[in-house]
């Protein structure tokens, strides 16, 4: 099956500072990436979808200067949470749609905490 | 109102016993419904994708969606330990590309007893 890798898994950092999640499809290429955010005991709630060469389209009340996703090549995108705050600690989750496909195969999602 | 609606439990049963978990909708454009399992700090996998009203089954799953009711529902039977995990249903109303934007139910947490 279709493997989403994440990295790093855990990460803690200061306030103030910022912090880049990679989102990496491994045996397929992805056109399209989506980033979701998923507080304890919440849905996943989708913040971002980003197509391989273009801008990212953000959901509404997410802030693009502050989650800035980039989405180079057709195997990895990246989001980077900037001047994190102690609100912005969260599980963060990509998923990756196939080129051919339409399923959204998730990562393992990483765990961000600001102190 | 949510989009989405899902009681997050949690739900206790024995090993053995069959499993019926619930989501409703209020938008009529949903066409695509899904279920995944998320395991504790891991990434949601899929378990079964449904188009439109009808039952799909696979293995001790089955899926339903009454589209009238805005009702879908996942069955398990003969649960097993390995099963207590999150259930997500997730809905959408296009699927595919960048089109395919999924919307969550808050889960229900659901743990078999040995």
């Known amino acids: 099956g279709a493997v989403v890798s994440q990295h790093p898994s855990r990460v803690i950092c200061k306030s103030g500072t910022s912090v880049k999640i990679e989102c990496r499809s491994l045996d397929f290429q992805a056109t399209t990436m989506f980033w979701y955010r998923q507080f304890p005991k919440q849905s996943l709630m989708l913040m971002a979808t980003?197509?391989?060469?273009?801008?990212?389209?953000?959901e509404q009340g997410v802030e693009k200067d502050k989650f800035l996703i980039n989405h180079a090549s057709l195997t990895l995108s990246t989001l980077t949470v900037t001047s994190a705050h102690p609100e912005d600690s969260s599980f963060y989750i990509c998923s990756a749609a196939a080129v051919e496909g339409y399923e959204q195969y998730f990562g393992p999602g990483t765990r961000l905490t600001v102190t | 109102q949510k989009e989405v609606e899902q009681d997050p439990g949690p739900l206790s049963v024995p090993e053995g016993a069959i499993v019926s978990l619930n989501c409703t909708y209020s938008n009529s454009a949903f066409q695509y419904f899904m279920w995944y399992r998320q395991y504790s700090r891991k990434g949601p996998e899929l378990l079964m994708y449904t188009y439109s009203s009808g039952n799909k089954e696979d293995g001790r799953f089955t899926a339903q969606v009454d589209k009238s009711s805005k009702y879908i529902s996942l069955f398990i039977r003969d649960s097993q330990p390995s099963d207590s995990a999150t259930y997500l249903c997730a809905m959408s109303a296009t699927y595919g590309g960048a089109t395919n934007k999924l919307i969550f139910g808050t889960g229900t947490l659901l743990a078999v007893q040995p």
């Open positions: 980003s197509n391989e060469g273009s801008k990212a389209t953000y």
